[in-house]
């Protein structure tokens, strides 16, 4: 880019560098453009390591034009890049190589005399290079590598016996090392696959995607916890038991630790996935923060406050106050909102599961608070 612009080119890796840094290639940015006309073009590998302060200092430099800023990073810069520079940016997601690139690059190593390890003669069966393929993982440096570390135990060999079987590749590979970053993108993604499935109520799909978190190291407490959350955000009343199970699980995994405790965990994923869906609860409650940040503070009705002195009583705290287990069924219809919210209804129960009992419940009591009602005002004069 630097060649066909005909700019000024810098490069500097972030792991190494600091601010002095980039004040050096600024004033180099500086001189170009004042003696050789030239505009100057800076790449920055694995950027994401700067911090914020490092991050601001090239944001006046980018917006007046004097460097073009090209930064490379593995992470998702959504979180690691600050808001002010990406704003100014055009990312450009790459994309993991397919298994057909994959191929196409191991064969070019094989053969490949000068950059590669065609000197080797090496034959590799097309089961053994499979796994290599699969082992990387879309990542072309690992797929490399685990060339050569196959390669390694058989280039000793007379030429002959210079073989990459399945077996050899299996030995010098040991095990897949899976994509996963704790604090990043992948690890929103999973978390995100395993809640949707368990709202879903995909059990297999919420098993996979569990077994992915655990096999790529994620804290198994998390994962019990956003089972506890998942709990009552996505199954509430529908099934009570659910939060018993998920807390359960989480308090099992604390008593016998890893690997036992994956199955106690496993076997929550699957409870919640197959339990009874409703997000009443959930509504709800948000309805209710919502109000309380519209209305503030309202004041508590007189008759449910508590009288614990003389001077309340005789304000008339907790007056007409009716006790629900002196009357038929333990219930009796009052008012316990706030006079401006009289009649509000935030908990709305479906039909699933034990919230259906719960509904046929509330209806039974508010089809006998209106007879009740209606009974009182045909009473008034």
């Given at each position: 880019?630097?060649?066909?612009?005909?700019?000024?080119?810098?490069?500097?890796?972030?792991?190494?560098?600091?601010?002095?840094?980039?004040?050096?290639?600024?004033?180099?940015?500086?001189?170009?453009?004042?003696?050789?006309?030239?505009?100057?073009?800076?790449?920055?590998?694995?950027?994401?390591?700067?911090?914020?302060?490092?991050?601001?200092?090239?944001?006046?430099?980018?917006?007046?034009?004097?460097?073009?800023?090209?930064?490379?990073?593995?992470?998702?810069?959504?979180?690691?890049?600050?808001?002010?520079?990406?704003?100014?940016?055009?990312?450009?997601?790459?994309?993991?190589?397919?298994?057909?690139?994959?191929?196409?690059?191991?064969?070019?190593?094989?053969?490949?005399?000068?950059?590669?390890?065609?000197?080797?003669?090496?034959?590799?069966?097309?089961?053994?290079?499979?796994?290599?393929?699969?082992?990387?993982?879309?990542?072309?440096?690992?797929?490399?590598?685990?060339?050569?570390?196959?390669?390694?135990?058989?280039?000793?060999?007379?030429?002959?016996?210079?073989?990459?079987?399945?077996?050899?590749?299996?030995?010098?590979?040991?095990?897949?090392?899976?994509?996963?970053d704790k604090d990043g993108e992948?690890?929103?993604?999973?978390?995100?696959?395993?809640?949707?499935?368990?709202r879903g109520s995909d059990p297999?799909?919420?098993?996979?995607?569990?077994?992915?978190?655990?096999?790529?190291?994620?804290?198994?407490?998390?994962?019990?916890?956003?089972?506890?959350?998942?709990?009552?955000?996505?199954?509430?009343?529908?099934?009570?038991?659910?939060?018993?199970?998920?807390?359960?699980?989480?308090?099992?995994?604390?008593?016998?630790?890893?690997?036992?405790?994956?199955?106690?965990?496993?076997?929550?994923?699957?409870?919640?996935?197959?339990?009874?869906?409703?997000?009443?609860?959930?509504?709800?409650?948000?309805?209710?923060?919502?109000?309380?940040?519209?209305?503030?503070?309202?004041?508590?009705?007189?008759?449910?406050?508590?009288?614990?002195?003389?001077?309340?009583?005789?304000?008339?705290?907790?007056?007409?106050?009716?006790?629900?287990?002196?009357?038929?069924?333990?219930?009796?219809?009052?008012?316990?909102?706030?006079?401006?919210?009289?009649?509000?209804?935030?908990?709305?129960?479906?039909?699933?599961?034990?919230?259906?009992?719960?509904?046929?419940?509330?209806?039974?009591?508010?089809?006998?608070?209106?007879?009740?009602?209606?009974?009182?005002?045909?009473?008034?004069?």
């Amino acid at each position: 880019m630097a060649s066909e612009t005909k700019s000024h080119f810098e490069t500097f890796s972030a792991v190494l560098s600091g601010v002095r840094e980039i004040r050096a290639v600024v004033e180099e940015a500086k001189a170009q453009r004042s003696y050789h006309k030239k505009k100057t073009l800076l790449f920055v590998d694995e950027i994401h390591r700067f911090n914020k302060a490092q991050q601001d200092a090239f944001l006046p430099h980018v917006e007046s034009g004097l460097i073009t800023l090209i930064g490379a990073t593995t992470e998702n810069p959504s979180f690691e890049v600050i808001s002010p520079l990406l704003s100014r940016a055009r990312v450009m997601v790459l994309e993991p190589f397919s298994d057909e690139e994959l191929s196409t690059i191991l064969r070019r190593a094989i053969s490949d005399r000068e950059n590669g390890l065609g000197s080797l003669s090496l034959q590799v069966e097309p089961d053994a290079l499979e796994h290599m393929i699969w082992a990387a993982d879309g990542d072309a440096r690992t797929a490399l590598n685990n060339l050569e570390a196959a390669a390694s135990l058989v280039q000793e060999k007379e030429v002959p016996e210079r073989k990459i079987r399945r077996a050899v590749a299996e030995s010098a590979l040991q095990r897949k090392a899976l994509q996963y970053d704790k604090d990043g993108e992948e690890h929103y993604n999973l978390i995100s696959a395993f809640h949707k499935s368990l709202r879903g109520s995909d059990p297999d799909a919420a098993l996979y995607w569990l077994g992915r978190m655990l096999a790529a190291g994620e804290d198994p407490l998390y994962i019990a916890r956003r089972m506890v959350r998942f709990a009552s955000e996505d199954v509430g009343n529908a099934d009570p038991r659910a939060l018993s199970v998920a807390v359960s699980a989480m308090q099992a995994f604390q008593f016998i630790g890893l690997p036992e405790g994956d199955l106690a965990l496993a076997q929550a994923a699957v409870y919640l996935a197959t339990a009874p869906k409703s997000n009443a609860l959930y509504a709800g409650y948000g309805k209710v923060k919502e109000t309380i940040g519209q209305t503030g503070t309202l004041p508590v009705p007189l008759h449910i406050r508590n009288a614990p002195t003389r001077l309340m009583k005789e304000l008339d705290y907790g007056k007409d106050y009716k006790y629900a287990h002196d009357f038929k069924g333990a219930y009796v219809p009052q008012e316990y909102l706030p006079e401006e919210l009289r009649d509000q209804v935030y908990y709305r129960p479906t039909n699933r599961g034990y919230e259906k009992i719960i509904k046929d419940r509330l209806m039974k009591w508010r089809k006998l608070r209106t007879s009740m009602l209606q009974r009182k005002n045909k009473k008034k004069p």
